[in-house]
């Protein structure tokens, strides 16, 4: 069965299309000031009704997880997400059910082959 079999319903295909650009501006933001987030990767249900999303912010190294979880930057790059994605137009009620984690590529490369999705599994 290929992907059209099962077509993604628009508001799925809305909020896909406003994390994107969200996460693009965060991204375009972080490169800007100087900080080492490498990537930002969606999670949704599978549930077409529910439109919660947790927000994977890739950092360079697991120390630098730590040290943002410590000093603050983990909450601060949290609420600038939040701000993107409801700059792009992210429904209020929809930026309710955003939670972001964190994480780090240097894990990903050397436990996960380099897959986010191993990763997140």
């Not at 994977?56 to 983990?74: A, I, K, M, P, Q």
């Amino acid at each position: 069965m290929s992907q059209h079999d099962y077509p993604i319903p628009p508001e799925r295909e809305r909020q896909f299309d406003l994390i994107e650009v969200a996460s693009n501006a965060m991204l375009r933001r972080a490169r800007a000031t100087g900080k080492p987030l490498e990537s930002i990767y969606p999670v949704v249900p599978f549930v077409e009704t529910d439109f919660s999303l947790d927000a994977w912010l890739f950092v360079d190294t697991e120390s630098r997880v730590e040290e943002y979880r410590s000093d603050g930057t983990s909450d601060v790059l949290a609420a600038e997400f939040r701000a993107e994605l409801e700059r792009a137009g992210y429904p209020a009620e929809w930026l309710q059910r955003v939670s972001c984690h964190f994480g780090s590529k240097e894990v990903v490369d050397r436990d996960y082959e380099g897959s986010y999705f191993y990763f997140l599994r």
